[in-house]
Nanobody, 129 residues
C-alpha cells in the first residue's frame, strides 16, 4: 500500500523558518517527480515546489522563489524530500501537501496537482505576525 507522509508543520512568527519532510513508502517501482502543494482556506490548491528525482531539476512558484528550497533527502532515501521554508510570511499560511508521481514521466507540468498520483494527508503551516 502506497503511503505519502508529511511532517514538520507548525506555527512560526513572520520571518521565521520551517522545514517540511515527506516520505513515500510502499512503492514497488521508481518515482519520477515529487512536489509540494499548499491550500489555504477558500483557495485552490497551488503548486509550491517540485523536483525531478532523475537529475534533481527543480521548479518553484514565483511567490516562493528565493525563500523555499526543495531537495531530496539523499541517495539512500530516494523517495524522501524536504521543503526548507525561510522568510515566512502570513501568505504562506496553508495546509501543505506532498505529492509523488510513479514511473518515468509526469504527464503534465511539474506544479500542476493533476500531474501527481499519490498524495499525503497534509501538514499545517501557520505564520503569524
Amino acid at each position: 500500500q502506497v503511503q505519502v507522509r508529511e511532517s514538520g508543520g507548525g506555527s512560526v512568527l513572520a520571518g521565521g523558518s520551517l522545514k517540511l519532510s515527506c516520505t513515500a513508502s510502499g512503492i514497488s517501482g521508481s518515482l519520477s517527480y515529487m512536489a509540494w502543494f499548499r491550500q489555504a482556506p477558500g483557495k485552490e490548491r497551488e503548486g509550491v515546489a517540485a523536483i525531478y528525482l532523475g537529475n534533481l531539476n527543480t521548479r518553484y512558484a514565483d511567490s516562493v522563489k528565493g525563500r523555499f528550497t526543495i531537495s531530496r533527502a539523499g541517495a539512500e532515501a530516494e523517495h524522501s524530500v524536504f521543503l526548507q521554508m525561510d522568510s515566512l510570511n502570513a501568505d504562506d499560511t496553508a495546509m501543505y501537501f506532498c505529492a509523488a508521481q510513479p514511473g518515468i514521466t509526469l504527464g503534465g507540468v511539474m506544479l500542476a496537482p493533476g500531474s501527481y498520483k499519490y498524495w499525503g494527508q497534509g501538514t499545517q503551516v501557520t505564520v503569524s505576525s
